[in-house]
């Protein structure tokens, strides 16, 4: 293979056809953002959007604007555009809430389709919060439910007729390692077991097809590819055969059948409403709106595309331009395997990122020695991962981040 | 006594100490708004902080803002400030999720400090999510334990050695009606159940004393009294004898001792963080920001002062006003027993509230028959009372509530 330089990489961008999409987000200058898998950058219509939310709405119409604005309508309205995104209907999908809270309601349901059964079966790559939501709901339940843990290899075989549900992040948020949903999902069906599927690192990254593989239960991240902004609400899909089938314990007025008729016993609303709790984060969801339409128009098969392209470019960059310097790949090379992330061992991996930080190049990292860059095709391009592996390459040759700045941990990484 | 007029109304104003308060908000031309306690009303500062959020912190620090700008204090920092208006200590309230997933912790840890006892204790003057929430986790319980409900009057004798929890709504969503929260601790103390307050309609509208009353757990709503916008996030307190003895079953990741580990297995933090959950909605949490600083230098005696004042005044007009119209007051004459509303019952208080609205006189409606008419003392002045009691009598002298416009019912009111 020939070597690549920066301007192959321009070329690329030249003859984008996403490219146009990088002007629906405000990118501060001079940075390489490879972190829209844990915060989306901003989309340009947010700041606007938000302040008629704020100003207009609430501070002209007050309580008026629930109806007069739709806000109560918000979670149907957010979920319908979201449902395309993952091969879902749009009455199957809300936005409420978060992840963590949303998989405690779902796995719930899905245990209540299958009292007989004690076992939720996730494994060691996903998402602590699902593994910790899972493990307060079987000690809250006391009748012997348990979290079963196995490594994402091993999940297949263990599908069996003793698991109740498999719960599994799609992308695993360290590696960008990729489950087969539609063999996991056929054979859980075979078993009788239900899936709950985390799509934090699926939805708007890939093209998800819920339906299509026959998927049960899913949740999701709003302030990651979906660029909602920092805690954005989450969402969560229900297949139209389970909604009036199943509820979930976190039994709200938002989810009550009748909510302003203030009745003092709980019956759920039919559908997928009864998946809903409190009062919806008004503001939080008008961010979200907007993070949402920066999908209007693209077509997912491209993001696909050229999220591979992205990731595909970076593991040739790293291997031409970085070799000798300690680093391994921890991503699969096969991009069907794969998310939209590649992420590199290093052991001072850590340092390094902050090192890489400091010349604005932002990807983030994950003990106990990954270091992560995530591919949001939307907006990022092949020049900035000529740039971030030039930056690494400069990096590691001064070796910079064995300085004291750089090997300070901070709360939050 | 003698007979009142609007300028006597200008004149209480004109020497109202929180008159300067007004000026916090952005309150539209021509509207007397009373409806606070359901939607506060729009802080002057809220709209630039939240721009700033937007824009400077995520749109330009991104990621890092995490740090940078202090995101991941948000739900200690604004629970601190909270903490002084309901007198507790600053770390023993948090905010976070809704009112109703924060009812559901705090009766499960409440349940767990008394496993041998089966009675979770409400009224039904109980706001209904409130109720909701105890059924849900009754029937996930599934081990004998229950919601009963009693009338308001009647729980104080009700608390007995089976009670595990009690809970109530210190002022009464509907009639105003204010528990003695000191009678009721030293009761459920005695018996040795714990207590669970819902202070919607007490925060910021009257001075709270949870620890001096000595109750053990509450809960309360961020958009009403503390003006934090739609749908803002909730906030909870747990007394801090509890919080190390206790722990709720929503085990989400910011909830764990040590988040950023990534561990499989979930551990609760020390102290109130374990309270919580999901990724903290930073731009909902902004502008409850903003709305919590209204209270700067305020003096909440003042507040009490001036609410029963307002209160006081409207039952007053209304009776030398609108008599022999078929209104029937529904809230306590009597301050000490009342919050900061005044309702009023009427057979047609449905569209009376609308033909109210229309002329720019916002309160709202309860079913069956009530028109809620709420007194948030940091905007509302005396002669908006005088306004809203006069238009009240023009919208029953003319009838024009019987206009088809103001008889359809809405989805929300």
């Not at 009550?256 to 809903?276: C, M, N, S």
């Not at 000529?386 to 750089?406: N, Q, S, Y």
Request: charged share 20%.
């Amino acid at each position: 293979m020939s070597s690549l330089d920066r301007a192959n990489c321009e070329a690329l961008d030249a003859k984008d056809p996403l490219a146009i999409a990088r002007d629906r987000f405000h990118l501060p200058e001079g940075i390489v953002y490879l972190d829209g898998n844990s915060l989306g950058a901003l989309p340009r219509a947010t700041a606007e959007h938000v302040q008629t939310v704020i100003q207009a709405q609430w501070g002209h119409d007050l309580i008026t604007s629930w109806n007069k604005h739709g806000w109560v309508d918000l979670p149907r309205r957010l979920g319908a555009q979201i449902a395309r995104l993952i091969g879902a209907q749009s009455d199957e999908v809300v936005v409420c809430d978060s992840t963590s809270l949303n998989v405690f309601k779902l796995i719930s349901a899905a245990l209540a389709l299958r009292p007989d059964r004690k076992v939720i079966l996730s494994d060691n790559g996903n998402f602590p919060t699902d593994l910790y939501m899972a493990q307060g709901l079987a000690q809250l339940l006391s009748r012997d439910h348990h979290l079963e843990i196995v490594p994402p290899e091993a999940v297949i075989d263990r599908i069996d007729t003793d698991v109740a549900v498999v719960m599994l992040t799609e992308v695993d948020y360290r590696t960008g390692r990729r489950h087969d949903m539609a063999t996991i999902n056929a054979k859980a069906k075979a078993t009788g077991a239900h899936t709950l599927w985390d799509l934090a690192h699926s939805a708007g990254a890939l093209p998800v097809d819920l339906n299509g593989t026959g998927a049960d239960f899913a949740v999701g991240c709003g302030y990651k590819y979906l660029n909602g902004g920092p805690g954005a609400p989450a969402f969560l899909f229900v297949a139209r055969r389970w909604q009036d089938a199943t509820q979930q314990p976190l039994f709200g007025w938002f989810g009550h059948a009748v909510p302003f008729a203030f009745e003092t016993a709980y019956q759920p609303k039919p559908g997928i409403d009864r998946f809903l709790v409190g009062t919806p984060p008004v503001l939080s969801m008008a961010a979200l709106e907007c993070g949402l339409t920066t999908f209007d128009g693209i077509d997912l098969a491209l993001v696909r595309q050229k999220s591979l392209a992205l990731g595909d470019l970076m593991i040739r960059l790293v291997d031409q331009e970085c070799a000798g310097f300690g680093l391994t790949l921890a991503s699969p090379t096969e991009g069907g395997l794969r998310g939209s992330q590649v992420s590199y061992a290093h052991s001072a991996g850590y340092a390094v990122m902050q090192a890489l930080i400091a010349r604005g190049v932002i990807g983030d990292f994950r003990a106990p020695d990954l270091m992560r860059f995530g591919f949001t095709p939307l907006y990022v391009r092949y020049q900035d991962i000529w740039d971030a592996v030039a930056t690494l390459k400069a990096v590691l040759e001064t070796a910079e981040w064995r300085l004291p700045a750089f090997n300070r941990r901070a709360a939050v990484t």
